[in-house]
């Protein structure tokens, strides 16, 4: 199995400032074939369900706000938030989807300052 | 607007079966994969496995001796059926669209698997 290992576990920004997490995957997800890495980024507020915010590790989900972003390729990946907003409390995950069992990280904690 | 409901038991006795249904409104069960993901209480995300609307399963190895989906497209409903449920189990399941990455999520349904 693909093991997905996302720094740091928990993380607190100053409201208007940058978070960034970190999401490392133990093989590649990146595909020759079609040059996708096969990863996502997820959101899940406080009792709620996860909702997608990033596939192919740097397109955004359809009604996204810009200051969510995606980088990465192969084993590395980053999950950027420019100008936190209060709302953006939750706990993001990502995940590979390039070979099964699709896997996800273990979580990051994100909070305010 | 695409709308996905689990039900089922959200009380499990040991070695006995979990069901779960997954009904989908707003849209059709075809031509789409979709998804069953757990999460155990302050947990994080387990993938389970996915089912095409043709049938069509993958199930993660951790529980493939275990699982099996089904899928109704007259209903527009998708199963899970997890049997010899321990306490390990514990957890809430979330039904989803999409087969690698998801892009509609129900709320998830609690099942404690407790005598």
């Known amino acids: 199995d693909i093991v997905m290992t996302q720094s740091p576990d928990s993380l607190a920004v100053s409201l208007g400032e940058r978070a960034t997490i970190n999401c490392k995957s133990s093989q590649s997800v990146f595909s020759s074939s079609d040059s996708k890495n096969y990863l996502l980024w997820y959101q899940q507020k406080s009792g709620q369900p996860p909702s997608t915010l990033i596939y192919?590790?740097?397109t955004r989900e359809s009604g996204v706000p810009d200051r969510f972003s995606g980088n990465g390729s192969a084993t590395n990946f980053t999950l950027t938030i420019t100008s936190l907003q209060a709302e953006d409390v939750a706990v993001y995950y990502c995940?590979?989807?390039?070979?099964?069992?699709?896997?996800f990280g273990q979580g990051t904690k994100l909070e305010i300052k | 607007q695409l709308q996905l409901q689990e039900s089922g038991p959200g009380l499990v006795k040991p070695s006995e079966t979990l069901s779960l249904t997954c009904d989908v409104s707003?849209?059709?069960?075809?031509?789409?994969?979709w998804t069953w993901i757990r999460q155990p209480p302050g947990k994080g995300l387990e993938w389970i496995g996915y089912i095409y609307y043709t049938g069509r399963t993958k199930y993660n190895p951790s529980l493939r001796s275990r699982v099996t989906f089904s899928v109704d497209t007259s209903k527009n409903q998708f199963s899970l059926q997890l049997t010899s449920v321990t306490a390990a189990d514990t957890a809430v399941y979330y039904c989803?669209?999409?087969?690698?990455?998801?892009?509609?999520w129900g709320q998830g349904t609690l099942v404690t698997v407790s005598s």
């Open positions: 192919w590790a740097s």
């Open positions: 707003g849209g059709s069960i075809s031509p789409y994969y």
């Open positions: 989803a669209r999409g087969g690698g990455g998801v892009d509609h």
């Open positions: 995940q590979q989807y390039y070979t099964t069992p699709y896997t």
